[in-house]
């Protein structure tokens, strides 16, 4: 099993920065990719960044060139790095771990809430 907890949601205006940190414990050795989610209330869980085992990263369209996903597999943690913040961007954000390549993976965190104030 793997336990995933995420740190660092908050409340920041728009145009602002945040960097979200999930730390994971357990059977680390198992986790493969990795990535972030988020939803919005009334809107399905979408994935905002991933990252393979080697540090190959993908970006949703709507955060490219915003946000950027890293990862250390010595601390076993993986972060995003979120700026120039809008309003859409509130949501709840979730870590994700899979034991293979793909995602999403059966693991996940208790999510951080992220709220940008126009």
């Known amino acids: 099993q793997v336990q995933l907890v995420e740190s660092g949601g908050g409340l920041v205006q728009a145009g602002g920065s945040l960097r979200l940190s999930c730390a994971a414990s357990?059977?680390?050795?198992?986790?493969?990719?990795m990535g972030w989610y988020r939803q919005a209330p009334g809107k399905q869980r979408e994935l905002v960044a991933r990252?393979?085992?080697?540090?190959?990263?993908n970006h949703a369209e709507s955060v490219k060139g915003r946000f950027t996903i890293s990862r250390d597999n010595a601390k076993n943690t993986v972060h995003l790095q979120m700026n120039s913040l809008k309003p859409e961007d509130t949501a709840v954000y979730y870590c994700?771990?899979?034991?293979?390549?793909?995602?999403?993976?059966?693991?996940w965190g208790q999510g951080t809430q992220v709220t940008v104030s126009s």
């Open positions: 994700n771990a899979a034991t293979t390549s793909f995602l999403p993976g059966n693991y």
């Open positions: 357990g059977s680390t050795a198992s986790i493969n990719a």
């Open positions: 990252i393979s085992s080697v540090g190959m990263t």
